[in-house]
């Protein structure tokens, strides 16, 4: 556009400068046609690239960014608590004692029960626990429910605990925040019973999803639900 306004003021000035003499030969139509040619060259430069920049604009104002960011129309429970996820489906690190009644089948949202109304680990064995999750198939998960030991007076709840997911079971990324690496550490639960809902910084599609206690009350002992929606959505 500056070049433009400046060939049309250039253009300008030859006319007053061509107009003298072209009144005295009275040739004035020859004389202004070669004054302006200059400006029609440029006049056809900026045409092609008013064309560009109205293209552009039109791509930009109407076309979609593409974004890798997932979403769930409507975010609910996998079925952790309603049994919609199968027994086989859940596993851990160990189970207190090994017994199956302190096992990872016990970790279902709510359950009441049975002997210990959550997965409890061996802590003399296992340092490091974790309870895991098949979903299936790929799916969205957007956060978690989480609970303590619901039964007799053993106050046993996981007060801060790790996530990481994975679509085989073998490969796992930890949950970060934005801009770490470094992975992150949700505040647990503060007693037996109240649910404790974590949503994470951001949704992820996965097939496996695994829960990490690192700091607990008198046991890492646990009741979860997992929230999200099927990738499809």
Known sequence: MKCLLIAIFAVL?????????AHDNGDCDSVLEAALRPL??????????LDVVKACAHVSCCTKAPTDVLECTEVGPFGMEDGRIPDA?????????NR??????????????????AWCNDEASDPDPWIQVDMGSN???TGV????RGDGNWPQWVTE???????????????TDDGSSAPMKFPGNSDKNTHVTTTFPKAFQARFL???????NTHSSMRFEVLGCNSHE
């Open 89 to 97: 489906n859940i596993t851990a690190s160990s189970m207190w004692s």
């Open 210 to 216: 695994r829960i990490l206690p690192t700091q607990h």
């Open 145 to 148: 429910i989480t609970q303590g």
């Open 13 to 21: 000035a030859q006319c007053c400068l061509f107009a003298a003499a």
């Open 40 to 49: 029609y060259s440029q006049l056809d430069v900026f045409r092609d690239q």
């Open 161 to 175: 605990f790790k996530v990481a997911y994975s679509d085989d079971g073998q490969d796992w990324t930890n949950v």
């Open 100 to 117: 199956a009644d302190h096992g990872p089948t016990r970790a279902r949202l709510n359950l009441q029960a049975g002997m210990a109304s």
């Open 139 to 141: 799916v969205i998960i």
